[in-house]
């Protein structure tokens, strides 16, 4: 009993995503059905970006950006600002996980080195919903976006006239958060002697994110990626893998069984298709807070037509819940690796910037739509 409390204080997510899991298996027995619940090229990804991240970290290069930030950021305002924008407009051409795996721990790293801890929670709840919200802006964005792009036939068009207006929305929200932070004079670290420890590592772990960014575009296969990767970190430096976070990975499997269990549920499936009939959009906001938005917008397309409507609330539906959006895991889970974290606090700023946006969002919907 003394191990379960203690993992649940480490592992709050892991712990609560297993016990959804196992709970499901009770409605929907295990099968061989339960392998094609797991989205493989999503677990892929996320190792080999890890890695990579890791591997960047290793050879100083966050140091060195770092620095060069604080050089143009002279107040803890611009800092935020800057970071919360990169993450923003960035999620829009490299997905909103891949975008967070690899903004938050520069982001922890550079408030550090600049003393500016304490808007460290403000500033990593505020990165993880831009990254949610910039990623609704193109098909591209976030995995929601490209399932639904391709299982409608959408245009291009089509999906820009429905998205742009509520992606300069989030902009504006996502950037009036920033302005919470208190503005305060950033003062240069007095030494600054950090220069890149191996520039041919560099060089290999440089090679091995543009390949990773080509797998997220689908110019190169997932597989072949994620093969190349391991077995590049398993000949130059094995330390590496110590530094992927293997938890966050199994968390997200549990996840998957879970949501893929509930759409096998007849009563929740009939729920699911009598909601849906009455409001598309709001249907698939609710079902986001529950399973997250890219299962549910694959578990609602099923029973609906209303594109557009699956489209939006799948997207804002990425704010509320820590698990609404499993790229919010990422970010919480980054954070919660710190050994001063306070995560009663990152839950309560967490929920409240959440919600705050996602009542905006909706109230826009309601109007426009």
């Not at 003394?2 to 204080?9: A, D, E, T, V």
Request: proline share 2%; aromatic share 12%; glycine share 6%.
């Amino acid at each position: 009993m003394n191990r379960f409390i203690s993992l649940l204080k480490k592992e709050p997510v892991l712990v609560v995503s297993a016990i959804c899991a196992v709970i499901s298996m009770f409605f929907y027995a295990p099968s061989a059905e339960y392998i094609g619940y797991i989205n493989f090229r999503v677990l892929c990804l996320l190792f080999s970006l890890m890695a990579v991240v890791a591997g960047f970290t290793k050879c100083g290069l966050f140091d060195i950006l770092a620095q060069k930030v604080i050089k143009k950021c002279h107040s803890s305002l611009s800092l935020g600002v800057i970071l919360v924008m990169l993450t923003f407009f960035c999620s829009m051409f490299i997905t909103n996980d891949v975008s967070l795996i690899t903004f938050v721990p520069f982001t922890i790293l550079l408030l550090g080195m600049t003393g500016q801890r304490k808007n460290m929670i403000l500033i990593i709840v505020l990165q993880t919903v831009a990254a949610n919200l910039g990623s609704m802006a193109i098909p591209i964005g976030n995995p929601q976006n490209l399932y639904l792009f391709s299982e409608y036939n959408i245009s291009g068009g089509d999906f820009f006239s429905v998205m742009t207006v509520y992606t300069v929305i989030s902009l504006i929200l996502v950037l009036g958060g920033c302005f919470l932070i208190k503005r305060e004079k950033i003062d240069m670290p007095v030494k600054i002697d950090t220069e890149i420890n191996s520039r041919r590592d560099l060089a290999v772990y440089a090679v091995l994110f543009a390949i990773s960014f080509l797998a997220v575009f689908r110019v190169v296969s997932y597989v072949i990626t994620t093969a190349v990767t391991f077995i590049v970190i398993l000949i130059m430096d094995r330390e590496i893998f110590k530094k992927v976070d293997f938890l966050l990975l199994l968390t997200f499997v549990f996840f998957f069984i879970f949501s893929g269990n509930l759409g096998n549920i007849d009563s929740v499936s009939g729920l699911l298709s009598e909601a849906i009939n009455k409001n598309t959009m709001l249907t698939s906001v609710i079902a986001s807070q529950f399973i997250s938005n890219v299962p549910a917008a694959v578990l609602l397309s099923g029973f609906t037509g209303d594109w557009k409507s699956l489209l939006i609330g799948t997207n804002i539906g990425g704010l509320g819940t820590p698990i609404a959006s499993m790229a919010s895991l990422i970010s919480l889970k980054l954070y919660m690796n710190e050994k001063d974290a306070e995560n009663k606090k990152y839950m309560i700023v967490f929920l409240a910037v959440n919600i705050i946006c996602l009542a905006v969002l909706l109230a826009a919907e309601f109007i426009i739509g």
